[in-house]
Each structure stands twice: as C-alpha cells, then as structure tokens.
C-alpha cells in the first residue's frame, strides 16, 4: 500500500482510528458559521434567562468580584446560590440539546423543556461530580501526613491513584456524551477508550487552543463592564452578566461541536447499536 495514503475514512492500515487535526480544530467554527442565525438566536435566548434568574437572586457576576452599586443587590444566601447554579445548569442541560439538535441534525429549536434536558442535567451533574471526586482525592493526597507503616502508606496512595486514574479515564472520554445525546448506550469505553488515547495530543491541543481564545473573551468582558464608566452601574451589571453568560454558551456550542467531530471518527466506523 502506498504510504502516502496514511488513511482512509478514519482509519489507518492498522486499523487506528486517526483524527484529522485541522479538521477537528475548524470543525466547531465552521459549525457555527453554518449555523450562524441559530446558533446567535440560541445563545441569546440561554444567556438572558441566566441573566434574569441571576439578577432577580442577587448572584450576578459582579458580586463575585465583591462589586456592588446602586440598581441592583447582592445577596449571600445559600438558597440564591443553590437556585442560581440549578438554574445555569438547567439552562446548560436545554442549550446542549437544542445546539446538537440545529447544529448535527438540522433540526429546529424547541423551547419546551423535555425528559431529555432532565436526563441531560443529572448527566451534567454526574461529569461535575467526576471533577470533585478528582479534585478531592487530589487534595487528600497533598494534605496527608505520612504515617510509620509504609504498606498503610502505599495502600492510601494506591488507592487514590486508581481513583484519580479511573476518573481521569471517564472525563478523557467526553465524547461518550454525543452517544448519550444520540440516545445510544453511551457508556461504552470498550469503542472509545483507545481511539481517544491514539488522538489524546489532538483533543488536548483542541482544547488548549479554544481554552486560551474563551479566556481572553471572560477577561474582555469582564475587564471592560467593570471599568467602564459610560452607563449607569445597573446597565453595567446588566450588560456583563449578559455577555458573560453568552461567551459561556458559546464555549460549550464549541465544546458540544468538539465532541461530536470525535463521535464521526470514533464511533461512525464501528457498527453501533
């Protein structure tokens, strides 16, 4: 075989799975662009609803910077903490479905909520509880004082190694969520594990590209509302909290598009159930 063809269809010689790395890296943009007026109406739409819930519970973004003015309040109860965060997440769950929808079936945007955005939501809940799990074995590491007997020792790291491993491995293999989405059995590690890992440098470049260009957007935005001094305090507020809700929705249509380019590779060769 001439090894100028390195692959067809995905697939190499070998029977790899091999991502194209600009494909993957324009897939999002070029999804977008495509999708341009939906994907504008969408977000908009997600972000205002964040922006009403959060300015009516006192959680707007300001407050997090412990800025506060005249025309709008801050508040530090639990419950407005609670419902603001069900709220985004909620919101998170209805955005996620109606941008995979528009932007990989063509399908128009439904408003109502469904039970596919509450199984979203506990499936949004299960990933952010992956990254606690991770981030509490971790500390528990650091913050562990030696003890006398090297097997209790060895033991304790073991074990939260394996924890930290095994959770590293689930959140690695995000685009298991597009089959969750599809409405697929989706927890199928066995398909994903080793095509993900072959093309781990791709994903990782992917997501460190797009996390440095949404980066600068939240300090953009969040520079220029907290200092600018052209409207009164509230349209500030307002305003920030707008753009900030949209430059997250927007990260995740590219996250969601990210994914779903990996899910053609990953899973578009296999026959899947």
């Not at 109860?77 to 909620?90: E, K, P, R």
Request: glycine residues 8%; hydrophobic residues 55%.
């Amino acid at each position: 075989m001439n090894d100028l063809k390195q692959f067809q269809n995905g697939v190499n010689e070998d029977g790899e799975v091999v991502i194209p790395f600009i494909g993957g890296l324009t897939y999002p943009v070029r999804q977008i662009d495509g999708h341009i007026k939906g994907f504008l109406w969408l977000t908009f739409v997600a972000a205002l609803f964040n922006v009403v819930i959060s300015s009516f519970l006192g959680r707007n973004f300001l407050c997090g910077l412990g800025i506060e003015g005249p025309g709008f309040y801050c508040s530090a109860n639990v419950l407005a903490l609670g419902g603001s965060v069900l709220a985004f997440i909620g919101g998170l769950a209805w955005y996620i479905n109606r941008w995979y929808s528009i932007s990989e079936s063509g399908g128009e945007i439904v408003y109502k909520l469904n039970l596919k955005d509450v199984k979203t939501v506990g499936f949004v809940l299960f990933y952010l509880g992956l990254w606690a799990v991770a981030g509490w074995a971790a500390y528990s590491l650091n913050i562990r004082k030696p003890v006398e007997d090297w097997r209790e020792e060895l033991l304790f790291f073991f074990v939260f190694t394996m924890i930290i491993l095994a959770v590293f491995v689930l959140l690695v293999n995000s685009v298991l969520f597009i089959r969750f989405l599809q409405g697929k059995k989706w927890l199928n590690l066995s398909c994903s594990f080793w095509p993900v890992f072959d093309n781990l440098y791709k994903i990782l470049g992917w997501f460190l590209f797009y996390f440095l260009v949404f980066a600068y957007f939240f300090r953009s935005v969040t520079v220029f509302w907290v200092q600018n001094e052209w409207f009164p305090f509230w349209v500030n507020s307002l305003a920030g909290e707008f753009c900030f809700y949209f430059v997250i929705y927007a990260s995740v249509a590219v996250f969601i598009s990210s994914l779903a380019y990996q899910a053609k590779y990953i899973f578009g060769n296999r026959r899947q159930k």
